[in-house]
């Protein structure tokens, strides 16, 4: 079985838990960031509320149904989306795109690897 790492981010008052790769969960922290760094320049009308990584840990056992796991692909497709979805004329917002979908498309070579293992 991989090892997996489980990245914790919060928007007010709202958890969520991702279940990274362990070798890709420094980027979703990272690339979190660095999209709250930039999401301040934004000038569309509708700029998405992002949450922030709060931690990083090796286990998690979630106890309850008040939360779930996000596999990470589906949480970075969601991202994708969302970012994609901006109307924005002044900031180059495909840079930003760029990095999303440069971790997403890391992640979709990392599970299909993992089915064919």
């Known amino acids: 079985m991989p090892q997996m790492r ?3 981010l ?3 008052q709202q958890l ?3 279940e990274m790769p362990s070798s890709y969960a420094y980027q979703l922290t990272a690339l979190n960031q660095r999209l709250h760094k930039e999401l301040d ?3 569309a009308d509708h700029v998405p ?3 922030r990584v709060i931690a990083e840990c090796d286990d998690l056992e979630l106890v ?3 939360h779930t796991l996000i596999p990470g692909l589906d949480y970075i497709n969601g991202l994708e989306q969302t ?3 901006i109307q924005e004329k002044s900031y180059p917002l495909i840079s930003l795109l760029t990095e ?3 971790l997403q498309a890391q992640l979709e070579q990392w599970y299909e690897e993992e089915s064919e293992a």
Do not use: M, S, W
């Open 6 to 8: 489980y990245v914790i």
């Open 83 to 85: 970012f994609a979805g």
């Open 49 to 51: 509320q992002l949450p």
């Open 10 to 12: 919060k928007l007010e």
């Open 16 to 18: 969520q838990f991702v």
């Open 41 to 43: 320049k934004l000038t």
């Open 100 to 102: 999303i979908r440069a």
């Open 64 to 66: 309850g149904a008040a």
